[in-house]
């Protein structure tokens, strides 16, 4: 806890999974422990909802949505992916699916850290760039990505300062 972590990488190389990954494993583990707030700028929440399901159970996404050169869900199928479904009832993950600012994710994250001061809170941010394409008032895209990397890192201190764990 109490850490910033910037996960980068080229377009189209998985780090929404990655993370994803990553997130289900600590659910797995340590549910009771932890809790999520997920911003995800680009994807919908079918597709979130759809890609954890793929790591839960190992059904792409492809088959999930009955894509004709993929072969056909069996009933097994049906059962596997519902059971995966009604498992994320009980993950400590809050979806958010927006594309807004950094000073409104900080005021909601502050709320949710707020709202589980004995749980470690994590934030994910999926596509950072989506959130400096937000702001306004910046002349070049660095100094917008600077402005949000800087906010991000103020959050942390300042939720760390105040007590709380949380991992960004």
Known sequence: PNNV???????????????????????KKYNDRIKVCW???EDDQETIIMNRIALDCGISIKTQSGDPSVPKLTMDDLYVITESAN??????????VDQCKISTIS?????????????????????????SGQEEGFKTNTEKESKVADFIQRINASLTAQGYKCLI
């Open 87 to 96: 498992a994320l009832k009980d993950d400590n993950i809050e979806l958010i």
């Open 39 to 41: 911003y995800s700028m």
């Open 107 to 131: 005021g909601h994250f502050r709320h949710f850290c707020k709202s589980n001061p004995d749980k470690i809170n994590i934030l994910v941010i999926d596509n950072f760039f989506m959130v």
């Open 5 to 27: 972590i910037f996960f980068a990488g080229a377009p189209e190389h998985a780090k929404t999974k990655v993370m994803m990954f990553t997130i289900h494993h600590l659910l």
